[in-house]
């Protein structure tokens, strides 16, 4: 079961406005609405949604306005800009006023809850240490052990293995592990998860701790089994 949510939802567009909240709460995230800008504006000053989906186009002031005034704030919410304009210019001046992810209209909604889901969990308070085993991730030093031996772990290999410690016992899809680690706009594929599984098994035989492959699912991380 996913944690729940509740997201702002910053759209005009009254039709897909109602099709976006409609499919978001039979996903089980909670939706609250706004047409406009200045509105969004005033509401992002104390609101306590997870994330927020906003429309660039917008009456009153425009989505990159709302974004650069949440900024300029201090607030670290997550946001998701939504525009049905997809000129490069567009997606750099969003992320350079503060956005952290972008989506072009029309978008499949399974992608639009996923995205939604993936800077939810990014923006969570995350322990100091992560261990199972006689593995330890230290998250502030970046460092990774097995008992005192220091393990070379790369950017990617690193991400995988903080995310399968997060999910200790439960079973991740491939697809879950992309949406959690792979920053905006950058390609992971399904094999090239399963190569970073691949190294991972290698650099932890005797860590206590086994990454399961469970088919037609995905993986876990489990206790490894004594001999």
């Not at 100091?128 to 230290?138: C, K």
């Not at 206590?208 to 001999?227: H, N, S």
């Amino acid at each position: 079961m996913h944690a729940p949510l509740a997201i702002l939802l910053v759209e005009d567009d009254a039709v897909l406005a109602d099709g976006i909240s409609r499919m978001l709460e039979a996903q089980a995230i909670h939706v609250d609405l706004v047409a406009d800008g200045l509105l969004a504006d005033q509401l992002l000053q104390h609101s306590a949604a997870s994330v927020a989906v906003i429309d660039i186009g917008l009456p009153g002031i425009d989505g990159f306005e709302v974004v650069r005034r949440l900024r300029q704030r201090g607030s670290a919410m997550p946001v998701l800009l939504l525009t049905a304009r997809d000129a490069v210019e567009d997606r750099v001046r969003g992320l350079e006023t503060g956005a952290d992810d972008y989506l072009v209209k029309p978008f499949a909604g399974a992608e639009l809850v996923a995205r939604i889901r993936a800077l939810a969990r990014r923006s969570s308070p995350r322990p100091a240490l992560l261990g199972a085993g006689r593995l330890s991730l230290d998250l502030d030093t970046r460092r990774a052990r097995v008992g005192e031996r220091v393990i070379e772990l790369s950017v990617r290999e690193w991400a995988v293995l903080e995310f399968l410690l997060q999910h200790g016992g439960r079973v991740v899809s491939k697809q879950q592990i992309i949406d959690a680690i792979a920053p905006w706009a950058e390609e992971l594929t399904l094999n090239a998860v399963e190569v970073y599984v691949s190294r991972l098994r290698l650099k932890l035989q005797d860590a206590g701790v086994a990454i399961r492959t469970i088919r037609g699912f995905g993986y876990m991380l489990e206790a490894a089994a004594t001999p």
